[in-house]
T-cell receptor, first 115, second 107 residues
Framework: EPEVTQTPSHQVTQMGQEVILRCVPI?????FYWYRQILGQKVEFLVS????????KSEIFDDQFSVERPDGSNFTLKIRSTKLEDSAMYFC?????????????FGEGSRLTVL | GEDVEQSLFLSVREGDSSVINCTYT??????LYWYKQEPGAGLQLLTY?????DMKQDQRLTVLLNKKDKHLSLRIADTQTGDSAIYFC???????FGAGTRLTVKP
């Protein structure tokens, strides 16, 4: 069964460092998403991406965040200068259906710990 | 703005039914989802209901949708210890999640 894969599963970094979280969406999917879940809290939408550009972003997705689809398979989330409060589980998701109707498939998440 | 609300905790005994409730604000959502998250794991889609339905049954799971009240519920029949997890409801239009309901099943 096709699945969304994320790497790394866990990354520990020092405050102020840059981090890149990688995702390989399901191959024929067109819409990609990043979500964040701070430990014990709700799953929060960060950004959606379609046709090589951001289609929607939340207020959390400020200038320190960026997304990219550098090739035909990877979808990355970059955090330029990490802060302690960026420590969270980051989930990537993709859908092949409509932007607002297709089932979202989630990866297992990348846990980011900022020290 | 759009919001999805859930109660945070539910505790039941093994074999009982569990009912997890959710309310949402955006009436134009096409699909409403229930996701399950086990400790340290990702989000697993359990079931979903299309907005023109009021009930969907899938083995031990029953989803009820009251569109007028914007209320969604997930009933788990014969709850097992393996059902202990956090359950998130989500509305598809904006793909917003509730805070999650932590279900604890006691033997």
């Amino acid at each position: 069964e096709p699945e969304v894969t994320q790497t790394p599963s866990h990354q520990v970094t020092q405050m102020g460092q840059e981090v890149i979280l990688r995702c390989v969406p399901i191959s024929n999917h067109l819409y990609f998403y990043w979500y964040r879940q701070i430990l014990g809290q709700k799953v929060e939408f960060l950004v959606s991406f379609y046709n090589n550009e951001i289609s929607e972003k939340s207020e959390i997705f400020d200038d320190q965040f960026s997304v990219e689809r550098p090739d035909g398979s990877n979808f990355t989330l970059k955090i330029r200068s990490t802060k302690l409060e960026d420590s969270a589980m980051y989930f990537c998701a993709s859908t092949g259906g409509g932007a607002r109707t297709g089932e979202l498939f989630f990866g297992e998440g990348s846990r980011l710990t900022v020290l | 703005g759009e919001d999805v609300e859930q109660s945070l905790f539910l505790s039941v005994r093994e074999g009982d039914s569990s009912v997890i409730n959710c309310t949402y604000t955006d009436s134009s959502s096409t699909y409403l989802y229930w996701y399950k998250q086990e400790p340290g794991a990702g989000l697993q889609l359990l079931t979903y209901i299309f907005s023109n339905m009021d009930m969907k049954q899938d083995q031990r799971l029953t989803v009820l949708l009251n569109k007028k009240d914007k209320h969604l519920s997930l009933r788990i029949a014969d709850t097992q210890t393996g059902d202990s997890a956090i359950y998130f409801c989500a509305e598809r239009l904006n793909m917003r999640f509730g805070a999650g309901t932590r279900l604890t099943v006691k033997p």
